[in-house]
């Protein structure tokens, strides 16, 4: 007969504060029992109240007994393994709800650490990746057959089924993988210590499959940097800071939606300052204001309560369930379960895979010492009322130079306008491209961050929306939507911007125009001072 076990690992320096924890939740010390070089303590919750239910009171006329008033009651355990010839080595075996209270005590890239090292890649029955490019966050897929290194752009992989490559040590069974592991196999609980060992070993070994993931951050300066970053980004209302709708626990996919009420509460040490009911939805513009009107200037002092019928009432840090991803002194990283994680190298590398598949057109000079001739002349035309237009700046000079010497229809600064979602709401203008030509649209930027680069994909993906939505009109059939960078730097290549951000954003882009059967393009200008 098969046990199913759900498997992790303990950090060796949060082993006691685990221990306290699960004291605190009603986990009480059982039986220890020795078996080969592992022993393995038992936690049982032995008195367990109940949780109310919550329809009862509705429904409590049709029933034989409606003075009596049941509970629900889910008994939850743990078995914790200790190496003794490694004491630094130390695993716990999840049973019931015990998965909820280890977030904090456990290595979070346990799982999929170890499925890359031993796991048969195109054995994959089940996926669940985040997405930082393109209109997914999350995806949930299943496979009939998996095609080995097929992995999307921006995609980062949280969760696997799949089975073992070696089936004389791990069985032929499908073993799922994320921050733990769940294995289904004919060994009692006394057998442990040789899948321990097996894990111990595997761990220590190569990596075989090149999987793009998120990599976890130990530096304290650098996420107590993060952690200001994130405080600011939510009291500013940022679009970047949301909350986590689909997450892993353990092995579990859980769906966030509204099936829990929730309650922030603001402490410091074990005194509660503040709390407040937000119903059964996690708005962060809620969350913002919590913050703003406490004036709270550490977000590990907010944690959020919830609740539903068959759980009892759990806690967790704010951090916890945020969505965040920012960029850092050159660097992308992101927030998931409360710890920062950074791009791993394969996560890069099917990031510029995708994005050398762009065509680059090397084009036509930018001469700031031209420019600045035809700005003087256009000034002295504007003061003399000569000129057709009161249009200065350069990117205009360069559209229009580009309109005269290579025939493209000038867009720049014709605007449409577009009506409001809100039937009450304001008119608002939209600026279609920049040039046309040859069914092409092409928005063009001079940049002087990053930041503008990013602003111009953003824009020109929200043209290319609004045309094929038919809210707005061009007279050619469009074929091709391009971007024209006029950079200070000689770039060979578009990844030649050092800008995770830039490149994420740029990705989504070709994602978006290639959905609409369009070509992607890019034109690189040089800009000579």
Wanted: charged share 30%; glycine share 4%.
């Amino acid at each position: 007969m098969g046990n199913t076990y759900n498997i992790y690992r303990i950090k060796n320096d949060k082993y006691v504060d685990l221990l306290n924890k699960i004291e605190s939740v009603g986990l009480v010390k059982q039986k220890t029992q020795n078996y080969d070089n592992y022993e393995m303590t038992f936690f049982f919750s032995e008195e367990i109240k109940g949780n109310e239910i919550w329809w009862f009171e509705t429904y409590k006329d049709f029933l034989n007994s409606p003075d009596e008033l049941p509970k629900n009651i889910f008994y939850f355990g743990l078995l914790i393994c200790k190496n003794e010839d490694n004491p630094k080595e130390i695993y716990a075996v999840s049973l019931g709800k015990s998965h909820f209270y280890l977030s904090k005590f456990i290595e979070l890239d346990f799982g999929i650490s170890l499925a890359i090292r031993m796991a048969n890649e195109q054995s994959i029955l089940l996926k669940k990746s985040r997405y930082f490019t393109g209109t997914k966050r999350h995806e949930v897929s299943s496979y009939e057959n998996f095609n080995k290194d097929s992995y999307d752009s921006g995609e980062s992989v949280e969760h696997l089924k799949l089975k073992a490559s070696n089936i004389e040590v791990w069985g032929d069974k499908n073993i799922v993988f994320a921050d733990s592991i769940q294995l289904d196999i004919s060994k009692e609980p006394c057998e442990l210590s040789k899948i321990l060992n097996d894990i111990s070993d595997s761990m220590s070994g190569d990596e075989i499959i090149r999987l793009p993931k998120l990599e976890l951050i130990s530096d304290e300066i650098l996420i107590n940097d993060l952690n200001s970053k994130i405080l600011t980004a939510i009291i500013n209302n940022q679009a970047n800071v949301g909350v986590e709708e689909i997450s892993i626990s353990g092995i579990n996919i859980i769906f966030r939606f509204n099936e829990y009420n929730y309650e922030l509460v603001f402490k410091q040490g074990r005194k509660e300052v503040e709390k407040l009911d937000i119903g059964n939805s996690l708005d962060i513009v809620k969350i913002s204001n919590f913050l703003k009107e406490n004036q709270i200037n550490n977000l590990d002092d907010v944690k959020v309560r919830f609740k539903r019928e068959e759980s009892s009432r759990l806690t967790k840090d704010l951090k916890e369930l945020l969505d965040f991803y920012t960029e850092y002194e050159g660097y992308n990283y992101f927030l998931k379960n409360g710890k920062w994680f950074k791009f791993n190298q394969t996560f890069m590398d099917y990031l510029k895979k995708s994005l050398i598949g762009i065509e680059i057109v090397p084009s036509d000079v930018l001469i700031e010492k031209e420019y600045l001739d035809w700005k003087s002349q256009k000034e002295k035309d504007i003061a003399n009322d000569t000129g057709t237009d009161k249009l200065k700046y350069r990117e205009y000079y360069f559209n229009k130079k580009m309109s005269e010497v290579h025939g493209y229809e000038l867009l720049d600064r014709q605007l449409e306008i577009i009506r409001s979602l809100d039937p009450d709401g304001k008119k608002y203008k939209i600026e279609v491209a920049d040039l046309l030509k040859d069914n092409e649209i092409i928005s063009v930027k001079i940049p002087s961050t990053t930041q503008d680069l990013i602003y111009n994909i953003e824009q020109s993906k929200s043209s290319l929306e609004l045309i094929k939505q038919n809210i707005i009109s061009l007279n050619c059939e469009l074929k091709a939507v391009a971007l024209w960078i006029v950079y200070e730097k000689t770039i060979s290549s578009i990844i030649g911007i050092n800008s995770i951000q830039f490149l994420l954003a740029l990705d989504s882009w070709k994602k978006r125009v290639e959905f609409f059967g369009l070509k992607p393009r890019i034109y690189i200008s040089r800009y000579i001072k």
